[in-house]
């Protein structure tokens, strides 16, 4: 098998095609525990418009002539979202009494090993039929702002996800358990967080054994890296700082090897923390578990400031970076408003997806152009960036702009270059956007002093903030309650604002986008419209002028 770094390459696709069933990295393991989703009728539904010329047209698997193709679709979705089980590859697994109850002093009597107290009259548990629902809101039409359909009428169908939290039934005895934690790809804030958490309810369940693997998915191969012992007096405090008690790296060894180390160490819980590409890692890993029979939960906690993981709410790091841009935004926005002619160029992270680009600048009220990957822009010509930031300088005397380290990677010089982890290398949009600035002001005599921000190393680098303080304390907790309840091959996040599990494959397809005729982008454009700008009803974030013509 080849190395982790094969597995985990992503490959994004175009925003709002069709919602379609994952392909690739399926578990195909029936559970048949579970019973069928509920189909209580709420207002809301979720799906992506699949342009149909004719009512025979099939899309997606779904012929939507046929009267049947709703029950069909909802059939089709209870399957992919069945959540991989112990019980799949081992369906005499004995369930025993959760050892996690708050009403408890500890987990497990200490007089007699083995022996499970049952709290019957707590509450607190989650049943393993409690439902989610994706998404709220119903759209009539599918010319509504942000419509996502499955149909050409949009109509209304239920889709429901399991929900998260501890179970009354667990499939692993706390002292038989030897539990890892890794966290893999880029710095992101939080990350401490979620591992402190993860360590304080394991040790809530009764599992001693708890260690840290080093430097990513590397140090299940790297014989001169050795285990971090992890426990809650190591982890106490470490939320309080920045980046990663255990490190982090990009790529890997072989799934096979990695595997082989799990057996050796003896790891029979494994939670790894990181973005699209380590999930597709971790997805591998269970598989490679199932096959091999091994009786191993595999977690994932999604971990991308950039905020591109499919059907989630927000993924942790994300709320701390956009506060912490504002500072960057703000230097930028002081610095240009302080000299003759000044612009200031502000490069955020975003490589596929403008998340933190847009918000950053719907929050801060000190933009003028938001550049984001997924909504094309022309920089030269008489409707081009730059005309506007002349015009800028004319009307206003300065001017902000906000870029996504992904966006306008057309302007640029392509290479074929790979990262660690099979990610293509970006150009730099930045630099080449200061440079472009200087050059085309000094062409046309005009005299504009550049400032150009990078703070992605100083965002990825500080602490949680309250916020997602509170987001990865809570996905830590959910992610060891997913793994005694048994499930491996998943991953937890906010769904429409309740913590769910997902089958893993069904999150990391492509990474999600902004989505140009959503509120939200139209709530930027509206927030940097300006009162200088009379004939202008949204001035440019980007402006209509900008974007290129099909």
């Given at each position: 098998?080849?190395?982790?770094?094969?597995?985990?390459?992503?490959?994004?696709?175009?925003?709002?095609?069709?919602?379609?069933?994952?392909?690739?990295?399926?578990?195909?393991?029936?559970?048949?525990?579970l019973l069928p989703l509920p189909s209580t009728r709420v207002a809301g539904k979720v799906g992506v418009f699949a342009e149909v010329s004719s009512p025979s047209r099939t899309t997606s698997g779904i012929d939507f002539s046929d009267p049947d193709w709703k029950t069909k679709f909802q059939q089709d979705w209870e399957a992919r979202f069945r959540l991989p089980?112990?019980?799949?590859?081992?369906?005499?697994?004995?369930?025993?009494?959760?050892?996690?109850?708050?009403?408890?002093?500890?987990?497990?009597?200490?007089?007699?090993?083995?022996?499970?107290?049952?709290?019957?009259?707590?509450?607190?548990?989650?049943?393993?039929?409690?439902?989610?629902?994706?998404?709220?809101?119903?759209?009539s039409s599918p010319t509504s702002a942000g419509a996502e359909c499955i149909d050409p009428d949009c109509t209304w169908v239920e889709q429901w996800v399991h929900r998260a939290g501890p179970r009354e039934k667990i499939y692993y005895k706390p002292e038989e358990v030897k539990a890892a934690i890794v966290t893999c790809g880029g710095l992101c804030p939080g990350?401490?967080?979620?591992?402190?958490?993860?360590?304080?309810?394991?040790?809530?369940?009764?599992?001693?054994?708890?260690?840290?693997?080093?430097?990513?998915?590397?140090?299940?191969?790297?014989?001169?890296?050795?285990?971090?012992?992890?426990?809650?007096?190591?982890?106490?405090?470490?939320?309080?700082?920045?980046?990663?008690?255990?490190?982090?790296?990009?790529?890997?060894?072989?799934?096979?090897?990695?595997?082989?180390?799990?057996?050796?160490?003896?790891?029979?819980?494994?939670?790894?923390?990181?973005?699209?590409?380590?999930?597709?890692?971790?997805?591998?890993?269970?598989?490679?578990?199932?096959?091999?029979?091994?009786?191993?939960?595999?977690?994932?906690?999604?971990?991308?400031?950039?905020?591109?993981?499919?059907?989630?709410?927000?993924?942790?790091?994300?709320?701390?970076?956009?506060?912490?841009?504002?500072?960057?935004?703000?230097?930028?926005?002081?610095?240009?408003?302080?000299?003759?002619?000044?612009?200031?160029?502000?490069?955020?992270?975003?490589?596929?997806?403008?998340?933190?680009?847009?918000?950053?600048?719907?929050?801060?009220?000190?933009?003028?152009?938001?550049?984001?990957?997924?909504?094309?822009?022309?920089?030269?010509?008489?409707?081009?960036?730059?005309?506007?930031?002349?015009?800028?300088?004319?009307?206003?005397?300065?001017?902000?702009?906000?870029?996504?380290?992904?966006?306008?990677?057309?302007?640029?010089?392509?290479?074929?270059?790979?990262?660690?982890?099979?990610?293509?290398?970006?150009?730099?949009?930045?630099?080449?956007?200061?440079?472009?600035?200087?050059?085309?002001?000094?062409?046309?005599?005009?005299?504009?002093?550049?400032?150009?921000?990078?703070?992605?190393?100083?965002?990825?680098?500080?602490?949680?903030?309250?916020?997602?303080?509170?987001?990865?304390?809570?996905?830590?907790?959910?992610?060891?309650?997913?793994?005694?309840?048994?499930?491996?091959?998943?991953?937890?996040?906010?769904?429409?604002?309740?913590?769910?599990?997902?089958?893993?494959?069904?999150?990391?397809?492509?990474?999600?986008?902004?989505?140009?005729?959503?509120?939200?982008?139209?709530?930027?454009?509206?927030?940097?419209?300006?009162?200088?700008?009379?004939?202008?009803?949204?001035?440019?974030?980007?402006?209509?002028?900008?974007?290129?013509?099909?």
């Amino acid at each position: 098998m080849g190395s982790i770094s094969h597995v985990i390459t992503t490959n994004p696709t175009l925003p709002h095609l069709p919602f379609t069933r994952s392909t690739g990295l399926r578990f195909s393991c029936f559970n048949p525990r579970l019973l069928p989703l509920p189909s209580t009728r709420v207002a809301g539904k979720v799906g992506v418009f699949a342009e149909v010329s004719s009512p025979s047209r099939t899309t997606s698997g779904i012929d939507f002539s046929d009267p049947d193709w709703k029950t069909k679709f909802q059939q089709d979705w209870e399957a992919r979202f069945r959540l991989p089980h112990l019980t799949d590859i081992f369906p005499d697994a004995p369930p025993i009494p959760s050892t996690f109850c708050l009403k408890m002093r500890t987990s497990i009597d200490r007089d007699f090993p083995g022996h499970y107290s049952s709290y019957e009259d707590w509450h607190g548990y989650i049943n393993n039929n409690d439902r989610v629902l994706l998404k709220t809101i119903y759209y009539s039409s599918p010319t509504s702002a942000g419509a996502e359909c499955i149909d050409p009428d949009c109509t209304w169908v239920e889709q429901w996800v399991h929900r998260a939290g501890p179970r009354e039934k667990i499939y692993y005895k706390p002292e038989e358990v030897k539990a890892a934690i890794v966290t893999c790809g880029g710095l992101c804030p939080g990350l401490n967080d979620v591992i402190r958490q993860i360590v304080i309810t394991l040790e809530i369940y009764g599992v001693k054994n708890i260690v840290g693997i080093p430097f990513g998915y590397r140090g299940f191969s790297d014989k001169e890296l050795t285990e971090v012992p992890l426990s809650r007096k190591v982890v106490q405090n470490i939320h309080l700082s920045g980046g990663s008690l255990l490190g982090v790296s990009r790529g890997g060894p072989a799934v096979s090897d990695i595997v082989d180390s799990l057996e050796e160490r003896g790891i029979n819980v494994l939670f790894v923390l990181g973005g699209n590409g380590t999930h597709a890692g971790a997805n591998a890993i269970h598989h490679e578990c199932c096959k091999r029979r091994l009786k191993v939960s595999v977690i994932g906690v999604p971990k991308t400031i950039d905020n591109d993981i499919l059907l989630m709410d927000k993924t942790f790091g994300f709320d701390t970076a956009v506060e912490e841009a504002q500072r960057a935004i703000n230097s930028a926005y002081i610095e240009a408003h302080s000299a003759y002619h000044g612009i200031g160029v502000v490069k955020l992270m975003g490589r596929s997806s403008g998340f933190i680009a847009m918000q950053a600048s719907l929050s801060s009220g000190q933009v003028d152009i938001c550049l984001i990957p997924e909504v094309p822009f022309n920089f030269h010509g008489p409707h081009g960036v730059l005309s506007h930031l002349k015009f800028l300088l004319e009307t206003k005397g300065s001017a902000v702009v906000c870029v996504a380290e992904g966006a306008g990677q057309n302007l640029l010089q392509k290479t074929n270059a790979t990262d660690a982890s099979g990610n293509v290398v970006l150009g730099d949009i930045g630099v080449y956007i200061q440079q472009e600035i200087k050059k085309y002001f000094k062409e046309i005599g005009i005299h504009a002093d550049v400032k150009y921000i990078d703070p992605t190393y100083m965002i990825r680098a500080i602490r949680a903030n309250a916020s997602d303080g509170i987001l990865c304390t809570v996905l830590g907790q959910n992610a060891v309650h997913g793994a005694f309840a048994g499930y491996s091959g998943i991953t937890v996040g906010v769904c429409n604002t309740h913590y769910a599990y997902f089958p893993i494959p069904e999150v990391i397809s492509h990474p999600r986008l902004v989505d140009p005729n959503s509120r939200m982008w139209h709530r930027c454009l509206t927030s940097t419209g300006k009162l200088w700008l009379p004939m202008l009803c949204l001035n440019y974030c980007v402006l209509l002028e900008l974007i290129v013509s099909p």
